[in-house]
């Protein structure tokens, strides 16, 4: 026997073999059809006894081996079924005749046969005949299994006839000896009659071998009968009669005998199949068990006892006993030891040994001695056979990968199958079996703690040996390339790529990935799973680490871009947050933090980013093509974008875009990207050690899209808001202080949807200036008369500039121009429209900042401020979103004049007064000042020129009030500063003070606000009490002498109007008379000159509210002259409560004349 068993287990032995052949031309389908209907009666309970017989079925069988069927009953073929088509009488004994030619094979053990024929009906068919089934079609065929039960109830009475026959005790008969093929040889012609010749010593030694081989040939057919304790018996005395005459061969299968009888009893779950288990009974067969034989190989043993998956119990202590003679489990194992030792005497042998080895491996397994059971093994691994054949190597390799995987040697297994699947490949064979090579390859993943699945190495530490698994993974790409089939081997060298990445030296990363890119060129890597022939799935191989991603963020829009919920009381959603860490009335989310609903929104239509941060782990260049978004939720077009990474970058930023076509909820799943000619879908969730704020965004409806541009250039200067405001556009513009420019800025809808709402504000930044006026203004209807604005048209705004700072002069820099004898008070000499100084010279501060002009004392001063435009329209408006684009104005001021001083005198007129201004230029060019209805002062680069303006006193009292005088909580200081403002803004809107450079044409405002101090104010207010004098009844309040003659009584009248919210007065007024000399010298001794007409005291009573009062006197004039009349007041408690500008009464000037004869 040269070709072993190795699906050989030890209940095996109490099996009887049939042999289940074709006869003829019979297709394969109808034959294992049948055949698998055959091997469901695998075992049969005989009728009238307790016993069970048991069949073990086979379609191929090597005759040769049924030779040894005396030295081992189970490896007899007993019974032959046979399978023919025949649809015509005509072919019937020639089918006939072939059932006879296929008994022949083995007619010299067969118990007894049958014949199935499929398909022959009519008279032959009728006929009936115990060998011979007749059957009309493989569908009506339902008497199969009955006729199978009948056959194996023949085999069973040739069985206990042969075993009732070699059991009975012939006393004086002759034994014969029975024997192995190739010891039939070594007994050519020898009997028991020799004994003469051999000697009496001779005559026992034989009588005792062929006494015990019998007793052991009865013991199998005691086992095989079903008669358990009976073959105990007979094993045991065997054995004692062989071990007597050293009959090795004959004693290691009595041993083994007795060990698999002893297994049968302690083991009825069996010790066969994968499992170590036995098939229950009336099972059927798989169908997958009858495809795997073919000729040549060996088939699956089917188990008659019933399948447990439960394992066998390890405490059979109180099992032993039970049986007489039945050897424990720990014994089974010495005997089995000692039967391969006897065995492994016989080079002829061999096949006995390795199938005892795997039974008492099997058995071992069964006990969970897995130690014990490798050695075994180990010994099979040496065990010589004759010259064995290609394919003989691989099932015997194949089936020591199986067995070591039943003792869970998975590393050991995985070792054999690899070498299986090397031998399928040899250079001996013809046609190399490049598909079995790579089937046998892929079994071999699991033992070496490898997997297909890029997801078992994604987390953890790495498990199994690198080295091994990275050639491994080679030698399945070279076996895929081999069968023709490169998509298999991008897939695997994609995986090798992917999974031992960290393991790859530099030069062994540049190699695979070349050869990548050289499969890829013909065959590019996909994301479709690959299903196998065997049904085997191979997934997906995304290159997570070509790059490897760090950080993922979800961008917001650009500023400009971004949308912002219009404000309502309505429909405003309760905030989640709270001071507890947990609340069981808000709800929670406990899933991961990418899954995380970010608090921004993109929009419809427009370009969204989601920013990566990636790192190139390569030793070279890493080239990504194609990179773009993987979302789902919300219809969306991934743009894609191709990168170079530079070798071992370190994190590196990478921007992905797209634009989301639909609203709704948008999430962010993960990237593709195309390395090496292979495309990959990386999600997040499978990255390890990634972080992200979220993943989640929500899509709004479409708004229109605003673009600005203006007349002004645009400025270096960014704008930084405190409010953290983001500024899209700068632009900057100089301007000298008190000038005005118009900015134009161009309205531009470049978006899809139509303009329909827009709303501009401005907002001041914090400056140390004090800005008078309005900075910034506008008009919008005009803009807005332009609207819904489409897409693609343009609008225009206008925004007015003016830059109006304060025009004091704070450093006392002219200290050369004196007061000039110019005082509030008193009466001056003249009252000049004009008057000028001389020019200071000019002189630079020592300590000037850099940039500052000559004559500039302060170097250009700075004001910014912000338009936001917030505009709306189209689906997103609807929706109550808008938009907001801030435009960022910087504007630097240059000093253009200044007012070093100012100061009041009084007008020929109490209602008027003139305000003298000390104007310096502080320009390098010469420019004009003017006010209203007044001449233009020249000034020059640096001078200083003093400018006189009469104006009409103002009264304060009939201007209406500031809204916050009105305010119940006002500050009463807050208040008063904010009457002088206004009082001051009246003042200059009376000035219309201006300034002009011919040379630049270039002109400007020019403003008293600011300067203006409260003596000043005071002096500039009409007073509430009006004061009119007369002499004879005309007024006199023109700078005008009123003449009279010498001895003529002149009257002198004084009215008053109260013009005041309260009542005032009495009052006493006191005319003083006095000359002036024009020297500065004023006489006031003029009693012998002017004489009074009554008393020099006016008396006026008490005035209402706009009530009046008058009174009257006169005078004498005794000589001619010149003479002037001041009025006084007397002090007294009334006069004193009111301010003294209330009492400015105007200076009469009388002419006396010769009296006229």
Same mark, same amino acid.
């Given at each position: 026997m040269s070709v072993p068993d190795y699906m050989q287990c030890a209940e095996d032995h109490q099996t009887l073999l049939v042999v289940v052949q074709p006869v003829g031309i019979v297709s394969e389908e109808n034959f294992f059809r049948i055949y698998r209907r055959i091997c469901s009666v695998n075992q049969l309970s005989l009728r009238d006894s307790q016993r069970a017989l048991y069949i073990r079925y086979r379609h191929h069988y090597p005759p040769e081996s049924s030779e040894w069927g005396d030295f081992q009953t189970h490896r007899k073929v007993v019974g032959l079924i046979t399978i023919t088509d025949c649809f015509s009488a005509k072919d019937w004994p020639q089918t006939f005749e072939k059932f006879h030619v296929q008994k022949e094979m083995y007619g010299s053990t067969l118990y007894d046969s049958r014949l199935f024929v499929f398909g022959l009906q009519g008279d032959v068919a009728e006929q009936q005949r115990p060998d011979v089934a007749f059957y009309p079609s493989y569908e009506d065929c339902a008497s199969v299994e009955k006729r199978i039960e009948d056959f194996i109830e023949s085999l069973f009475i040739v069985l206990e006839s042969k075993r009732l026959d070699r059991a009975t005790d012939k006393s004086g008969d002759k034994i014969p000896l029975l024997c192995v093929p190739f010891e039939k040889k070594d007994f050519v012609g020898l009997d028991t009659d020799m004994t003469l010749l051999l000697g009496v010593l001779f005559c026992r030694h034989y009588k005792k071998r062929c006494q015990g081989r019998m007793r052991k040939h009865v013991a199998?057919?005691?086992?095989?009968?079903?008669?358990?304790?009976?073959?105990?018996?007979?094993?045991?005395?065997?054995?004692?009669?062989?071990?007597?005459?050293?009959?090795?061969?004959?004693?290691?299968?009595?041993?083994?005998?007795?060990?698999?009888?002893?297994?049968?009893?302690?083991?009825?779950?069996?010790?066969?199949?994968?499992?170590?288990?036995?098939?229950?009974?009336?099972?059927?067969?798989?169908?997958?068990?009858?495809?795997?034989?073919?000729?040549?190989?060996?088939? +699956?043993?089917?188990?008659?006892?019933?399948?447990?998956?439960?394992?066998?119990?390890?405490?059979?202590?109180?099992?032993?006993?039970?049986?007489?003679?039945?050897?424990?489990?720990?014994?089974?194992?010495?005997?089995?030891?000692?039967?391969?030792?006897y065995y492994s005497k016989y080079k002829n042998a061999g096949v006995i040994e390795l199938e005892a080895c795997v039974k008492a491996v099997r058995v071992l397994a069964v006990q969970k001695r897995s130690v014990e059971a490798s050695e075994f093994l180990q010994n099979a691994v040496y065990i010589n056979l004759r010259q064995l054949s290609e394919e003989e190597k691989i099932q015997r390799y194949s089936v020591l990968s199986e067995l070591y995987e039943l003792i869970g040697f998975h590393r050991k297994s995985a070792f054999f199958r690899r070498v299986a699947a090397m031998q399928c490949v040899t250079p001996g064979i013809a046609a190399p079996g490049w598909g079995a090579c790579y089937k046998l390859l892929l079994e071999t993943l699991p033992g070496y703690s490898l997997s297909l699945d890029p997801k078992d190495f994604s987390q953890g530490t790495h498990r199994g040996w690198a080295a091994v698994q990275m050639r491994l993974l080679h030698e399945l790409v070279y076996a895929s390339r081999r $069968?023709?089939?490169?998509?298999?081997?991008?897939?695997?060298?994609?995986?090798?790529?992917?999974? $031992?990445?960290?393991?790859?030296?530099?030069?062994e990363k540049k190699d695979v990935t070349q050869s990548l890119e050289n499969y890829t060129s013909k065959c590019p890597g996909t994301m479709e799973p690959i299903t196998l022939p065997d049904g085997l799935t191979l997934p997906p191989v995304p290159?997570?680490?070509?790059?490897?991603?760090?950080?993922?963020?979800?961008?917001?829009?650009?500023?400009?871009?971004?949308?912002?919920?219009?404000?309502?009381?309505?429909?405003?959603?309760?905030?989640?947050?709270?001071?507890?860490?947990?609340?069981?009335?808000?709800?929670?989310?406990?899933?991961?933090?990418?899954?995380?609903?970010?608090?921004?929104?993109?929009?419809?239509?427009?370009?969204?980013?989601?920013?990566?941060?990636?790192?190139?782990?390569?030793?070279?260049?890493?080239?990504?093509?194609?990179?773009?978004?993987?979302?789902?939720?919300?219809?969306?077009?991934?743009?894609?974008?191709?990168?170079?990474?530079?070798?071992?970058?370190?994190?590196?930023?990478?921007?992905?875009?797209?634009?989301?076509?639909?609203?709704?909820?948008?999430?962010?799943?993960?990237?593709?990207?195309?390395?090496?000619?292979?495309?990959?879908?990386?999600?997040l969730d499978d990255l390890p050690g990634i972080k992200t704020s979220g993943s989640s965004v929500e899509v709004i409806p479409a708004l229109p899209r605003l673009q600005i541009s203006t007349s002004l250039p645009r400025s270096a200067?960014?704008?930084?808001?405190?409010?953290?405001?983001?500024?899209?556009?700068?632009?900057?513009?100089?301007?000298?202080?008190?000038?005005?420019?118009?900015?134009?800025?161009?309205?531009?809808?470049?978006?899809?949807?139509?303009?329909?709402?827009?709303?501009?504000?401005?907002?001041?930044?914090?400056?140390?200036?004090?800005?008078?006026?309005?900075?910034?203004s506008w008009k919008l209807e005009e803009t807005l008369a332009q609207f819904p604005l489409q897409p693609g048209k343009v609008a225009t705004f206008t925004v007015s500039i003016k830059a109006k700072l304060d025009f004091s002069?704070?450093?006392?820099?002219?200290?050369?121009?004196?007061?000039?004898?110019?005082?509030?008070?008193?009466?001056?000499?003249?009252?000049?429209?004009?008057? +000028?100084?001389?020019?200071?010279?000019?002189?630079?501060?020592?300590?000037?900042?850099?940039?500052?002009?000559?004559?500039?004392?302060?170097?250009?001063?700075?004001?910014?401020?912000?338009?936001?435009?917030?505009?709306?329209?189209?689906?997103?408006?609807?929706?109550?979103?808008?938009?907001?684009?801030?435009?960022?104005?910087?504007?630097?001021?240059?000093?253009?004049?200044?007012?070093?001083? +100012?100061?009041?005198?009084?007008?020929s007129s109490t209602r008027q007064c003139h305000l003298l201004l000390d104007v310096f230029n502080s320009t390098e060019h010469e420019l004009t000042v003017s006010a209203r209805s007044n001449e233009e002062l020249i000034l020059h680069a640096g001078e200083c020129q003093r400018m006189a303006i009469?104006?009409?006193?103002?009264?304060?009292?009939? $201007?209406?009030?500031?809204?916050?005088?009105?305010?119940?909580?006002?500050?009463?200081?807050?208040?008063?500063?904010?009457?002088?403002?206004?009082?001051?803004?009246?003042?200059?809107?009376?000035?219309?003070?201006?300034?002009?450079?011919?040379?630049?044409?270039?002109?400007?405002?020019?403003?008293?606000?600011?300067?203006?101090?409260?003596?000043?104010?005071?002096?500039?207010?009409?007073?509430?009490?009006?004061?009119?004098?007369?002499?004879?009844?005309?007024?006199?309040?023109?700078?005008?002498?009123?003449?009279?003659?010498?001895?003529?009584?002149?009257?002198?009248?004084?009215?008053?109007?109260?013009?005041?919210?309260?009542?005032?007065?009495?009052?006493a007024l006191t005319v003083v008379p006095f000359q002036d000399h024009q020297n500065g010298v004023h006489n006031y001794d003029l009693h012998h000159t002017i004489s009074f007409v009554g008393s020099s005291t006016f008396y006026l009573d008490a005035v209402q509210p706009s009530g009046q009062a008058a009174c009257l006197g006169a005078l004498l004039f005794l000589y001619t002259g010149d003479f002037f009349l001041h009025i006084q007041f007397q002090e007294d408690s009334k006069s004193k409560e009111l301010p003294p500008s209330w009492f400015c009464l105007p200076s009469v000037h009388v002419r006396a004349l010769e009296a006229q004869a």
């Open positions: 199998d057919l005691c086992l095989q009968a079903g008669m358990l304790q009976d073959s105990l018996v007979h094993y045991h005395m065997s054995v004692e009669l062989l071990r007597s005459v050293n009959d090795f061969l004959w004693l290691g299968a009595a041993l083994e005998g007795l060990c698999s009888a002893s297994v049968i009893y302690h083991y009825p779950g069996g010790t066969g199949g994968k499992a170590g288990t036995r098939r229950p009974q009336g099972s059927s067969l798989p169908a997958e068990a009858a495809n795997r034989h073919r000729p040549g190989a060996q088939e +699956v043993l089917i188990d008659p006892g019933a399948l447990t998956t439960k394992g066998i119990n390890a405490d059979t202590s109180t099992e032993i006993g039970r049986a007489k003679n039945c050897l424990s489990p720990e014994d089974i194992i010495d005997r089995y030891k000692e039967a391969i030792s $069968m023709g089939n490169p998509a298999l081997s991008v897939r695997h060298l994609s995986f090798l790529l992917q999974t $031992m990445l960290d393991f790859l030296s530099d030069q290159f997570t680490k070509l790059p490897i991603v760090r950080h993922v963020k979800l961008l917001s829009l650009p500023a400009s871009l971004r949308p912002q919920k219009m404000k309502s009381l309505l429909g405003q959603s309760v905030s989640a947050k709270s001071p507890f860490i947990y609340s069981p009335i808000i709800p929670h989310s406990r899933g991961e933090e990418r899954s995380k609903k970010i608090d921004f929104q993109w929009v419809r239509g427009d370009v969204c980013e989601v920013q990566l941060m990636v790192y190139n782990p390569m030793p070279f260049e890493l080239r990504v093509e194609n990179m773009g978004l993987l979302t789902s939720g919300v219809e969306f077009e991934s743009l894609p974008a191709a990168l170079s990474l530079p070798a071992e970058s370190g994190l590196y930023p990478v921007t992905l875009v797209g634009v989301p076509q639909t609203t709704g909820t948008i999430t962010v799943n993960g990237y593709h990207t195309t390395v090496f000619g292979v495309f990959s879908d990386c999600l200067h960014a704008l930084q808001p405190s409010s953290g405001d983001e500024v899209s556009t700068n632009v900057s513009v100089q301007l000298y202080n008190g000038e005005t420019q118009q900015l134009v800025i161009t309205l531009e809808n470049i978006g899809m949807e139509p303009l329909e709402k827009l709303e501009v504000t401005s907002k001041i930044l914090p400056t140390k200036e004090k800005l008078y006026g309005d900075f910034l002069w704070q450093e006392n820099l002219l200290q050369d121009l004196s007061d000039d004898g110019i005082s509030v008070s008193g009466f001056p000499m003249s009252s000049p429209f004009r008057q +000028v100084v001389r020019p200071r010279v000019e002189s630079r501060p020592a300590h000037a900042p850099e940039g500052s002009k000559a004559g500039d004392p302060r170097p250009l001063k700075t004001l910014e401020a912000i338009l936001n435009f917030k505009y709306s329209g189209g689906p997103g408006h609807v929706e109550g979103y808008y938009r907001s684009l801030s435009l960022g104005l910087h504007v630097e001021v240059e000093p253009s004049v200044f007012f070093t001083r +100012v100061s009041t005198l009084p007008a009469q104006v009409d006193k103002f009264n304060f009292e009939s $201007m209406p009030e500031s809204p916050g005088d009105k305010g119940q909580f006002a500050n009463p200081k807050q208040l008063e500063e904010e009457r002088q403002e206004a009082r001051a803004l009246e003042i200059n809107s009376r000035l219309g003070l201006r300034w002009t450079h011919p040379s630049l044409a270039r002109a400007g405002e020019a403003s008293v606000e600011g300067l203006l101090s409260q003596l000043v104010l005071e002096h500039l207010q009409l007073a509430p009490l009006h004061w009119d004098l007369l002499v004879d009844g005309q007024p006199c309040d023109c700078g005008t002498a009123a003449a009279c003659q010498v001895g003529d009584p002149v009257r002198l009248e004084v009215r008053l109007t109260n013009r005041s919210p309260r009542s005032v007065g009495p009052f």
